[in-house]
């Protein structure tokens, strides 16, 4: 199982009920599928660092978590956290403490 997460400032598309104005997330989900059908991984942790490369590409993504699952009964995640917390070292201190 796979769940992403993803920030972005909405507040001109919450604005103007335009769907130019907002994050498509149609395209971020069938490149994240195309890449999860593709297989080019062997670890759960290398697919979820992928994704978050995948979901940040887009120019107005602040942040993005993606947690991956072998599983529903799993209790092992792995986490990676992109966007400004990769390239902001205060930001990311700001949030992790």
């Not at 395209?27 to 995948?54: M, N, P, Y």
Request: charged share 20%.
């Amino acid at each position: 199982m796979i769940n992403i997460e993803i920030h972005y400032p909405a507040s001109l598309s919450a604005q103007t009920d335009n769907v130019n104005d907002a994050l498509n997330y149609k395209v971020i989900t069938k490149k994240v599928i195309q890449h999860v059908e593709e297989g080019r991984f062997l670890l759960l942790e290398k697919l979820v660092a992928d994704i978050l490369e995948i979901s940040g590409e887009h120019p107005w993504v602040a942040t993005a978590k993606s947690r991956g699952t072998m599983d529903n009964q799993s209790s092992t995640q792995t986490t990676a956290l992109g966007g400004c917390f990769k390239l902001n070292p205060h930001t990311r201190a700001e949030f992790l403490g």
